[in-house]
């Protein structure tokens, strides 16, 4: 199965109790298609007395399944819980993420959208010629270097 594929058929469960695991959450979800596996993250701290991040992955065989299985249990109740269930996003590469450890600019796919190149500087008449012709805006203010009122 392509990525594409497999991501359509994931599903996304959040608001999972503590008592939750995989089997129980395979046999809530077992009734809507033949699941692929399951995922059930947990914390990343390894001081954390919790089973697991409150949420899920489910991975069905078809994406027809995981529709089905958004389409029943979303907003159900799940161990005394109301748990969202929806279609599962790709993950962020870690270049795109917030925490990651270098800056925006830097990245491959800013500079792609971002950088201008030369030849539109010429065409918008800001290539090297207009660089050098530009006007100072500091131009004019040499006698403003000292604070207060002028002397008479």
Known sequence: MTDAARIKATIYVAGL???????????????????VEITIPKPELPSSTEPHRGFGYVEFDSPADAKEAIDNMDQSELFG??????????QKAASESLGSKMAVWESQDYLAKHAVREEDRIGA????????????????????????PKPA
Do not use: C, H, S
């Open 81 to 90: 819980r109301v748990i969202k269930v929806a279609q599962a996003k790709p």
């Open 17 to 35: 109790e503590n008592a939750v695991n995989d089997k129980i959450l395979a046999d809530a979800f077992v009734p809507f298609g033949e699941i």
């Open 125 to 148: 008449g800001e290539g090297k010629q207009g660089a050098e012709a530009a006007v100072d805006p500091m131009q004019g203010l040499e006698g403003l270097d000292i604070a207060g």
